[in-house]
């Protein structure tokens, strides 16, 4: 890259050089040529006012008023309809040649070697312009040095820092991505673009795992229950079995496929308590109030921050959970300091700790054991904290949603 820099600049300085010499021999050919056709005209003049030819003015113009006096070489160079004309005689002479008026019948000759000024000067001005040539080379192969410093190494530097932190599951941290010039704007897109990549990988590989492994279960056991089916009929109890186990593959899948979309981590802040009511509202064994009791206590409005979808799924694992494990039909739903809490009665304590890991389930659950697995992963991804304890004949799960940066303020304050 530095040489291509290199070899432009030098380029350009030739190119501009050469313009330079070729201007000069531009404006040294019109001004001698204005400086003759000013003596023609006043010659001209002279004639048709006195009726005879005057002397020309200038030095080293001479005029030549017969064909006798003029030289061969003027009047064979002027041969035709060419009124000037330039001749190069051996030395440093060099004439211009004009034919005045035919009435005239004269040719002004104007040896102009020593107007020569560029020719005359040629060597000198070589050296000038071999010393400039040279200095603006430098310069030019500095600034391009310097070009390439500022822009080029900086992104050989980018490329090795991204290529050093390939296959680390860690985010992508870029050192130049604080810089306010194109190469910080550079940086912070191929972090925010190599980053959202490496989330997508990582979702497309957890959600590739988790149905190869987490519905395998539900799986068998519905393939099994179809088989018993072709040699009996089911009993209630197995097809109560087989649309439970059903309708928890259809949550755990559409969950998956919540986590595995990238607008799923679009967080913003919501109204946790009306999104609780309307999921309440949807569940057949709360809102129809015969069966199951329902305790809410909680204040008129309550914001979190997360992505609505995934918290309505999470509150719908919670609420499913208690609802089929409770060992009465009974619900509390409070606010403890800054957690929700979930609380339903339970016959036997048990172990919390590994609730919330995959494939694990109670003794008497008829499910897949997926549920607060899945809980846990939503709680993550929204980067909600939780706790679980069962104690008292009660067991209860209390989430801590995030607080918008206004009402954490507010918090705080």
Known sequence: MFTLFGGFTLLLCLIYSGIGVLAAYVIEDQLIDNLITNEVDYIEQHFQQH?????????????YTSPADTPAAFTATLDGDRRKAELFVTGHQHYHLRELAPETGTILAAEVGSLLT?????????????????????????????????????????????????????????????????????????QRSLNDLRQAQRREAEFTRDVSHELRTGLAIATNTLTLA??????????????????????????????????????????????????????????????FQLEL??????????????????????????????????LQVYTLSNALVFENPVDAMFDTEPLFNA???????????????????????????????????????????????TDALQISA
């Open 118 to 190: 560029v020719s005359n000067q040629s060597g000198r001005l070589l050296w000038l312009l071999f010393a400039a040539f040279l200095c603006t080379t430098g310069m030019a192969v500095w600034l391009a040095h310097g070009l390439v410093t500022a822009s080029i190494r900086p992104i050989l530097s980018l490329a090795r820092e991204v290529e050093a932190q390939t296959g680390s599951e860690q985010p992508l941290e870029l050192t130049t991505n604080t810089r306010n010039d194109e190469i910080g704007f550079l940086a912070r897109t191929l």
């Open 359 to 405: 494939g694990i389930r109670g003794e008497n659950s008829e499910g897949i054991g997926q549920g607060l697995y899945l809980a846990r992963r939503i709680l993550a991804t929204q980067r909600w904290d939780f706790s679980a304890r069962c104690d008292k004949g009660a067991f209860s799960i209390s989430i801590f949603p995030a607080q918008s940066p």
């Open 297 to 330: 206590i909680l204040p008129e409005s309550m914001s979190a921050n997360g992505n609505p979808n995934l918290t309505g799924l999470l509150l719908d694992i919670l609420l499913d959970n208690a609802i089929r494990h409770a060992s009465k039909p009974v």
């Open 51 to 63: 009726g005879e030819l005057p002397p020309p003015r200038l030095p080293h113009f001479t005029l």
């Open 230 to 291: 072709r040699n009996r009929s089911l009993r209630e109890m197995e097809l109560q079995e087989l649309r439970s186990i059903l309708a928890t593959m259809n949550r755990t899948v559409s969950t998956l496929l919540t986590l595995a979309r990238a607008e799923s981590f679009e967080f913003s802040t919501f109204n946790l308590r009306a999104l609780l009511e309307q999921r309440l509202l949807i569940r057949p064994e709360i809102s129809d109030g015969k069966n």
